[in-house]
């Protein structure tokens, strides 16, 4: 036999010679979970080794973080329900906690990129991620929180915005604003093929965050398209995103490759709470290998395509490959 493959799996050294995917703790993004309070820090019960923090812990986790090599942090509040309302007025607040510990992680720790999340449903008293009237979630009338909410996070210190409520317009409402008041620096990531998914059960959890009523099939989108994702990309590239985003990432990873094909823009994917929650599960039980699994699902996620894995993995990750 003249090729003979196996020639080149012989050694580690001849492997990582011919490698063709690389994966590197500066493509990844954490998320973490915040809470107001002090010395505080929850696991949330879906999803074990993932916590909600405090402002103070959140600085220590953070710090740790950056010294291990994860520097990018997406944040994500959960506000009690007594200050949530229809049109999620605290959002906007410069006294709330979530836009506070932006400002002093920006301040203490200005090595860390903070991006934030942009849309109502951690603050509104309906659940969902626009204003909702008689069942009905209202588009036009959400841009303008949508708006206020992304110059609040800009003003705080934000370096990356994350629109991810999937209105039709919201990426260039927010563009324009931004640019209007001297943001122009802000990136926009947007959360361009965000699908109607199963695997958030888990997030929703930590953040208390489920619709009261319906669900979120009328702007989320159909998790059986693929070409509508292509529509959406088209749209927020016109609209001035800097990164588009496929959510959730395991499941979709076509869409990724296709996004990845046609668009020029980095694409990011969301290895989110249910893909993070199932490997946890099955490890505990002793069903798979959760480090080896984990290190193969993020390098399926990156060989598709994406440039920017936001995972729950992230430290995890960085301690085994210091």
Request: aromatic share 8%; net charge negative.
């Amino acid at each position: 036999m003249l090729r003979r493959p196996r020639r080149n799996r012989k050694s580690d050294v001849i492997r990582e010679l011919v490698v063709e995917t690389r994966l590197s703790k500066s493509d990844l993004i954490y998320p973490l979970f915040m809470v107001d309070g002090n010395n505080i820090k929850q696991e949330v019960s879906s999803m074990p080794g993932t916590y909600r923090f405090s402002i103070d812990k959140l600085m220590d986790e953070i710090d740790e973080c950056v010294k291990l090599g994860i520097k990018t942090f997406c944040l994500f509040p959960a506000f009690e329900e007594k200050y949530k309302d229809k049109y999620a007025t605290i959002s906007s607040d410069p006294d709330n906690f979530y836009l506070k510990a932006i400002t002093q992680i920006k301040k203490d720790i200005p090595e860390a990129c903070v991006m934030t999340d942009v849309a109502m449903d951690p603050y509104s008293s309906d659940g969902h991620d626009g204003i909702v009237e008689n069942g009905e979630i209202l588009n036009d009338e959400t841009l303008e929180i949508l708006g206020k909410m992304s110059l609040a996070q800009a003003q705080a210190g934000a370096d990356i915005l994350g629109p991810s409520d999937m209105m039709d317009g919201r990426v260039e409402h927010i563009r324009e604003l931004l640019d209007d008041e001297g943001f122009t620096k802000v990136s926009i990531m947007s959360y361009t093929a965000k699908y109607a998914s199963a695997f958030y059960g888990p997030f929703r959890d930590a953040l208390d965050s489920a619709p009261k009523s319906g669900d979120k099939k009328t702007y989320q989108m159909n998790p059986a398209n693929v070409r509508e994702a292509l529509i959406e990309a088209e749209l927020d590239e016109l609209e001035g995103a800097d990164m588009l985003m496929v959510k959730p990432a395991l499941s979709y990873l076509d869409v990724i490759r296709e996004l990845s094909e046609v668009s020029n823009l980095p694409i990011a994917a969301y290895n989110v709470s249910g893909e993070y929650a199932m490997i946890k599960a099955a490890d505990q039980k002793g069903w798979l290998d959760g480090e080896k699994t984990m290190m193969e699902v993020l390098l399926s996620i990156r060989r598709a395509g994406a440039k920017i894995i936001l995972t729950y993995f992230a430290k995890e990750y960085a301690k085994i490959n210091v």
